[in-house]
């Protein structure tokens, strides 16, 4: 699968555990080039099971963990005109036990952040970030893919602690 995000979204500012982020990027992998809007986006409980690192051994409450953390966390995405908005990752999420399925749904506000993306974007494979076990770990690739072409990245430590949403003790 491969993942793209309006580069705007790549350089929000979140906090995300890295099963969340998998979840995320997974989600993400799912969306065509021509969707016009987002669907509910289902998944086998055992696809999800991969991606997730918890050490509860019961898949229904650690898949249940998984879209509570999700519902949960908000990112904050510069505008261009200087403003910003805060929005949750999902609108929601729902578990079928019958199908051992899990659907998930982006927020609408995420829209022009990963639909029919023309410009200013960044792709990668999700096999990329399925073995990196740091929540910085990833966001670091994805901040570096984004500049790949150029081969170089910097940032000032301050931006860099804000887009990672680094604790004043971290």
């Known amino acids: 699968l491969v993942v793209t995000k309006?580069?705007?979204?790549?350089e929000a500012s979140y906090r995300l555990n890295v099963s969340e982020q998998r979840c995320i990027a997974l989600l993400a992998g799912q969306i065509h080039p021509d969707d016009e809007d987002f669907k509910g986006?289902?998944?086998?409980a055992s696809d999800l099971q991969a991606l997730v690192e918890s050490h509860n051994k019961d898949e229904h409450a650690r898949l249940k963990d998984l879209a509570e953390g999700l519902m949960k966390k908000t990112l904050k995405l510069r505008r261009p005109e200087?403003?910003?908005l805060l929005v949750n990752w999902v609108s929601s999420a729902e578990y079928?036990?019958?199908?051992?399925?899990?659907?998930?749904c982006f927020d609408p506000k995420l829209l022009p952040y990963m639909l029919q993306l023309k410009e200013r974007f960044t792709s990668y494979k999700l096999a990329s970030i399925i073995k990196l076990r740091s929540r910085y770990?990833?966001?670091l690739y994805e901040l570096l893919k984004q500049y790949e072409s150029l081969g170089a990245r910097s940032f000032t430590l301050a931006e860099l602690r804000e887009i990672?949403?680094?604790r004043d003790n971290e």
């Open 82 to 84: 200087g403003g910003w």
């Open 41 to 44: 986006y289902r998944f086998r």
């Open 164 to 166: 990672l949403q680094l």
């Open 137 to 139: 770990s990833v966001r």
């Open 96 to 104: 079928f036990p019958g199908e051992g399925e899990v659907e998930l």
């Open 6 to 10: 309006a580069n705007t979204l790549v």
